[in-house]
């Protein structure tokens, strides 16, 4: 058996990896948090954030906190449930090069 057949591609960046890591221990985290937590630019954490988004696995909530636009992001059950997956196949992964 190959033992990436189970990686999804959709995480092989470090900042869709870090991102899904961060919704996985929080129930969500609004874009300035998440930007600031991975160190990045907005454009950078945008592009990211729009395929997790178009991929299912993560929801986005938009709202205002007073008068300032306030974005939170928060993993949906599909991407916790792929993003477990993933992280199984690389913890196979590393345990079949012991």
């Known amino acids: 058996m190959n033992p990436i057949q189970n990686l999804n591609k959709t ?3 470090r900042i869709r990896l870090g991102i899904m890591s961060v919704l996985m221990v929080n129930v ?3 874009f300035n948090d998440l930007k600031e937590l991975l160190q990045i630019t907005d454009g950078n954490l945008a592009s990211h954030i729009k395929g997790l988004e178009e991929s299912g696995y993560l929801q986005v909530q ?3 906190i007073g008068r ?3 974005t939170t992001y928060t993993a949906t059950k599909v991407g916790e449930n792929e993003f477990k997956q993933h992280l199984a196949a690389l913890e196979k992964m590393i345990n079949a090069t012991k």
């Open 62 to 64: 938009k709202g205002f």
């Open 11 to 13: 995480f092989d960046n």
């Open 28 to 30: 969500s985290i609004n």
């Open 68 to 70: 300032k636009t306030n």
